[in-house]
């Protein structure tokens, strides 16, 4: 009988190559070196510097825009807390503004030589307003979100953020990117078409909480270098917002809506 012994062979040769091929698998799988792992993306610092803006899910925290405005933003509350000064020859006029959802109440002190306000008869109280009672839907300050500085625009509008040490970033603002930036920040209005890039600095505190941003705005013109700087602080230690009882206000006069209605 003729032995057919190729197909045999060549099948035990097939089997014998398997088996070393599986024995060499399994002793590299057990030989505790597992395939390294990808390294996970670098940070991104643009968005390091977004997720650091206030947000709703914050507690109560104090503000400063500019050394002009101040206040206190309460997002559980809805309420905010402003203090706005206005500095004219003659006097300097503070006012002040509670606003908790749809309510708003204004406290007015003018300052200076003349008793201005005794002459508009105008409370030093707490006066709660009547929205129907205001001409122009920019005369009454509302509600607007955990961010009235306008940073998350401005981080947006920013290219090349890199971080540093101790928490700061630096960038530079794109005009251009953003339009609505010059009509929102005082000083860049003023700039027209002369700057399109402008210096942006950034602190994070430990807490990864916005602590400032400033923008270096440079001269044009006959306008000098200035700063707009935007600070958030007091996270958690600030004052609740709430609504002032009826001892604590009064209904607004006339006057009052005069002041405001211009």
Request: aromatic letters at 6%; one cysteine or more; proline letters at 8%.
């Amino acid at each position: 009988m003729t032995q057919h012994t190729g197909t045999t062979a060549t099948t035990r040769r097939f089997a014998v190559a398997t088996i070393a091929l599986l024995a060499a698998t399994l002793v590299a799988g057990c030989d505790g070196k597992d395939t390294p792992e990808a390294a996970p993306p670098p940070p991104d610092p643009k968005q390091e510097l977004l997720a650091a803006v206030p947000g709703e899910q914050d507690p109560a925290f104090r503000f400063t825009t500019s050394g002009e405005v101040s206040g206190v933003i309460d997002p559980a509350n809805r309420g905010m807390d402003i203090d706005t000064v206005t500095k004219d020859k003659d006097f300097t006029l503070e006012m002040s503004f509670r606003i908790i959802e749809s309510r708003t109440w204004m406290r007015v002190n003018f300052k200076g030589g003349k008793d201005i306000q005794k002459l508009m008869k105008l409370p030093t109280t707490w006066m709660e307003l009547d929205p129907t009672k205001i001409e122009g839907p920019d005369s009454l300050p509302t509600y607007e979100g955990t961010d009235p500085g306008n940073a998350e625009v401005i981080i947006r509008a920013a290219d090349d953020i890199q971080a540093g040490e101790g928490g700061t970033y630096t960038g530079m603002v794109d005009l251009s990117a953003q339009p609505e930036l010059a009509d929102a920040l005082e000083g860049v209005a003023t700039l027209g078409d002369a700057v399109t890039q402008i210096p942006l600095t950034a602190v994070v505190g430990a807490d990864g909480n916005l602590t400032s941003l400033t923008l270096a705005i440079p001269a044009a013109g006959e306008q000098k270098a200035s700063e707009y700087v935007v600070e958030y602080f007091d996270f958690g230690t600030a004052p609740p917002i709430v609504a002032f009882t009826e001892d604590e206000s009064q209904k607004a006069p006339k006057a009052a809506y005069d002041l405001l209605n211009g």
